[in-house]
C-alpha cells in the first residue's frame, strides 16, 4: 500500500516537473528547480521554495 502510493506520487511529481531528474527543490509559484534551498526564488521572488528531492 505504501509503496504504490510512492510511486505514484513519485509518477505525479515528475510529470508535473517535466523533468525526472530534476533538482532537490522546486519554488510553486513558478516551478523552477534548484540544486540548493533559496530563501527566495531568483526567478519569480516567490518563498514557496519546497523540498522534491524525492522526485528523483
Ligand atoms: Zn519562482
Redesign the pocket.
Known sequence: MWSSMGVFDKARSASHLGEPTGRPYI?L??D?SFDLQYHA?P????YDIRRAKWVE
Open positions: 519554488c509559484a513558478c523552477a526564488c526567478d519569480c521572488g516567490g
